[in-house]
Each structure stands twice: as structure tokens, then as C-alpha cells.
């Protein structure tokens, strides 16, 4: 997704994307054609719907600026949590999802000038490559849902200085490399 992101951003018939008062100005058509070109969408009717609305959200109540909404939760991670997976849940399509939010919130922390407070508040991420890593860590049985890990996770981590976010790439390489160290 980060080589579809960046050949999006690249190529200046396809940046518009990342400009929310940019994108509500086109047709759906015209964004589901960009929004492909580079695979940044792969569900073509789907994302585009979930990039326009998030799109329109951003634009109609937060000035076009995702710092804005942000800003709106104080930079709190718990409060951010809050208002797009409860009070805006509706429009944030897709994002405001545990997975999606948290992942979001460990992109914007990791890889933008974005701080934010509470950091433990941001889940580990329980995806397909997690869930296994539990299990077979033992903190985790098969029959234990995503929210559920997270939960382990989190009561786990407790008190450690380490967020729970920061587990998730351990365990997601881990898992990608079928439990064998990296050499």
C-alpha cells in the first residue's frame, strides 16, 4: 500500500487525492479512476466510496486538515478513539473500525511530526499476523477475537513503558516469517 500511496502522491494528475477540498470537486468516476491507477484502492467501488466520504467529513468539518480533527480531541489518543469510532462513527466509514483507527494513529505517530498523548491507548492492532503470534505465544487461544487480544495485550503491557502499538511490527515480521528469527 505505501509504494500505491507514494505513486499516487507522485504523479500530479493523482495527488488532488490527498486534498480533501480537492476531491469534492470531482466526479466519483474520475476519483475511482485515480484511485486505481496506482492500485491505491483495490476494491474500486468500495474504497472509493469509503475515500469520498472520509474525504467530505474532513472537508465539511474540519477545514480539509486532519491536524484540525486532531486538535478537535486535544492530540489524546483516547479522546481521537472517542469521537471517530463513537460520536462521528458514521463519518468516518472504514476508519472508524478498531483495526483502522489504531493503525491510523500508529502511521500518524510513526511516520509524521504528529504527537500524541497516550499513547498506550493505541491497540496493538490485532490483524491475522497478531492473532497468531498470541496464540502461540500463549497469551491468546484460538477461539479469542481480535478485541479480546487486543485487551490481553494491553493488561499484559501494563506498566511496562511499552504501548501496545509498539508490539504490532514484532509480531506482524515475526509471523510473516513463519515464526523463524530474523538472521
Not at 469520498?52 to 479522546?79: C, E, M, N, W, Y
Not at 506498566?159 to 515464526?179: C, D, E, K, T, Y
Request: glycine share 2%; hydrophobic share 40%; proline share 4%.
Amino acid at each position: 500500500m505505501w509504494r500505491s500511496a507514494f505513486a499516487t502522491w507522485e504523479d500530479p494528475k493523482t495527488r488532488y487525492l490527498f486534498f480533501p477540498e480537492k476531491v469534492v470537486k470531482q466526479s466519483r468516476d474520475k476519483i475511482q479512476k485515480d484511485l486505481v491507477k496506482h492500485k491505491l484502492a483495490l476494491q474500486k467501488n468500495k474504497h472509493t466510496d469509503i475515500w469520498i466520504a472520509i474525504s467530505k467529513t474532513l472537508h465539511q468539518s474540519f477545514g480539509d486538515d486532519p491536524r484540525r480533527l486532531l486538535a478537535t480531541a486535544d492530540f489524546d489518543v483516547s479522546k481521537i478513539l472517542q469521537l471517530i469510532q463513537k460520536e462521528r462513527k458514521k463519518d468516518f466509514t472504514h476508519l472508524s473500525g478498531p483495526k483502522m483507527t489504531n493503525y491510523w494513529l500508529m502511521i500518524l505517530s510513526q511516520y509524521t511530526d504528529v504527537k500524541l498523548k497516550n499513547m498506550e491507548e493505541i491497540s496493538i492492532i490485532p490483524d491475522t499476523h497478531v492473532l497468531q503470534c498470541s496464540v502461540k505465544l500463549g497469551i491468546a487461544k484460538e477461539n479469542h477475537n481480535s478485541i479480546e487480544v487486543a485487551h490481553l495485550w494491553k493488561t499484559l503491557l501494563q506498566g511496562s513503558n511499552i504501548a501496545p502499538v509498539q508490539m504490532h511490527p514484532v509480531l506482524w515480521n515475526w509471523s510473516r516469517n513463519n515464526f523463524e528469527p530474523k538472521v
